[in-house]
């Protein structure tokens, strides 16, 4: 039998069991189902390209498997992340290891071409994060917090606030239309405690996709398995073998959950399912952008609570 007559054999016993009109029902009524709503649109912006997904890889492995649409963007090209190497080939390579995360997570990674190690909070770079935001129609937008032992992690927290209004202003960079609502700004986790700790105002369970995280995490070699063991001082240790390294990787981002980030997890998810989640990032509320409740936080974020 050839694959034209399985065709038409098959065309014709779904056309006996259901009819044309009522199939093309059912149709509508599963796209119903899946897109209740519009899919969200989320932009995330980090210093170097493997912040985002180190603070939001879960995330928008999540909402991109859930149909929604999440954008990563590097403000810097990470052209000095690196012991052996530096300039324009390091970035070519970095950025060729965010495009492969961004296939393994199935979003767009976009990195920018700014210094990594000289990011300053000046207008050129607010205007290219204002770009971004609007072409990207952002719900969403996620940023590191402004308090940071990194300088490029600070000014990009920094940037992002800046933006925080101006990508509804009409006049503010003019070449890129306005958006007409403001989106919701979130902060990214982090362990600083000056001048205020992190807030975890929501939290995601992000154990069904942890593998997924991490496959990305693994696409940036010159980084998990080169950079980051060479500045701790443990470089000896990371396995040869790609599969084992792999595995070592999971362990070392394995990390304990603070109290306050479990106790998110209990008012998201409720308290028996939130003890056993192992994995877990949470988003503190901007206080710049759109303000949401807890109604709309669960409509941004369906994903919630699943
Ligand atoms: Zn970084």
Redesign the pocket.
């Known amino acids: 039998m050839t694959s034209k007559d399985l065709g038409g054999g098959a065309g014709f016993s779904l056309r006996g069991a259901i009819k044309p009109r009522k199939l093309f029902c059912l149709a509508i009524a599963i796209s119903g189902v899946l897109f209740a709503q519009e899919p969200s649109r989320v932009i995330v912006f980090?210093?170097?390209p493997?912040?985002c997904d180190l603070g939001a890889g879960g995330l928008a492995a999540k909402l991109s498997r859930a149909g929604h649409k999440v954008k990563f963007v590097s403000v810097t090209n990470g052209d000095a992340g690196h012991q052996d190497m530096g300039g324009g080939p390091l970035a070519k390579r970095r950025r060729a290891e965010a495009q492969e995360s961004g296939r393994r997570l199935g979003i767009e990674y976009e990195v920018l071409d700014n210094h990594d190690g000289e990011l300053l909070p000046n207008l050129d770079v607010r205007q290219q994060i204002i770009r971004r935001i609007r072409t990207w129609n952002a719900d969403v937008v996620i940023a590191p917090r402004p308090n940071d032992y990194?300088p490029?992690?600070r000014y990009t927290g920094v940037l992002v606030q800046d933006a925080a209004y101006m990508v509804v202003v009409p006049n503010v960079t003019p070449d890129t239309p306005p958006l007409r609502h403001n989106p919701v700004f979130l902060y990214m986790q982090d362990h600083f405690q000056k001048p205020a700790p992190f807030r975890p105002d929501i939290a995601f369970d992000i154990d069904d996709v942890w593998d997924t995280k991490m496959d990305a995490l693994d696409a940036h070699v010159s980084q998990f398995y080169e950079w980051l063991p060479w500045v701790a001082g443990d470089l000896d240790k990371v396995p040869k073998d790609p599969a084992e390294r792999r595995q070592w990787l999971s362990k070392r981002e394995t990390h304990e959950m603070t109290p306050a980030v479990r106790q998110s997890l209990v008012k998201w998810y409720g308290a028996g399912r939130a003890d056993r989640i192992r994995h877990a990032e949470a988003f503190e509320v901007c206080e710049y952008g759109k303000q949401p409740g807890d109604d709309e936080i669960r409509k941004l974020f369906p994903v919630l609570g699943k």
Request: hydrophobic fraction near 10%; avoid cysteine; aromatic fraction near 0%.
């Open positions: 980090g210093a170097h493997d912040d990194h490029d992690h």
